[in-house]
């Protein structure tokens, strides 16, 4: 029992270091605890600690140097970190489009399960233009997004068409119009398909994000899945206070991917004759 359960332990331990580096909690340089201490803190066998920096090391997260100890290394990543705007939805979609590359693993025309019929709206005979797809940026997948369509707005573009424009925007180029939308946000674990596709750990916590647009008479446009890798994909909003003197709360703003405030140059004084 005991050597079955050591190589998740040893994952396990892995996985916890491997997210004190990433979040910089552990920096870089940082001398690591020894074996017997991490073995302690831990409450696991020092070989379990072993397999554990044998899988960081395998990384290129730790460097061990012999006589010195266990040192933190993180090399500069040459992958840009999407960044997204939750305020701004569709300024997002399209920008993230045209500036990602996007592989295509599926597309078909399905019956939908209920939740997405109930979204969409549909007949009890209607069926839904599906696609699923994986985003890019650098060479890396950082989202996989499971799209339906009602069938009769799927028709009006084709495989190809989706392989290279995003899809909000071809819905749009059909002459409809997007008006609103309603998002959930939430996390998920990464199931064996979806692990794969995004060259992550099956059991990764993903950020889930669930939206369904309308148009502008209401009616619903397109229901995406989206399930993003949280090292490569960061949600932001920015806010402002608003409303009245003793009644004032955050509302967003609505500038996209806003930074900060550009200072305010002070008044110019002008000066009287004298």
Known sequence: MRAASEPLK?????????????????????RLPGEFALAEEHS?????????????AGEDLIQKKSGLGTFVHRPP???????????NVFAHLI??????????????YVTPPDQIREALQLAPDERSQRSVRVRL??????????????????????RDDLARMPLLELIERSGLTSASARQEISAVLSSPDVAAALDVDVG???VALRRTV???????????????????????????????????????????YRRERPRRRPPVRKVGKS
């Open 95 to 108: 920008e993230m489009g045209r500036t990602t590359d996007v592989r295509l693993l599926s597309f078909d």
């Open 214 to 256: 309308y148009g502008k008479d209401g009616q619903p446009m397109e229901h995406l899945q989206a399930l993003y890798r949280p090292d490569r994909y960061t949600l932001q909003m920015n806010l402002e206070r608003t409303g009245d003197e003793g009644h004032r709360h955050w509302s967003p703003t609505a500038e996209v």
């Open 204 to 206: 990764m916590p993903l």
């Open 77 to 87: 990543s040459k992958v840009r970190t999407v960044l997204a705007d939750v305020a």
């Open 44 to 56: 696991v066998s020092r070989v379990t600690i072993r397999q554990a920096l044998d899988l960081l």
């Open 137 to 158: 940026v650098d060479g890396v997948p950082f989202s996989y997004l499971i799209a339906h369509v009602p069938e009769r707005i799927g028709r009006l573009y084709s």
């Open 10 to 30: 040893a994952r396990r331990i892995y996985l916890l270091l491997k997210d004190k580096i990433a979040s910089g909690e552990l920096a870089d340089g940082e």
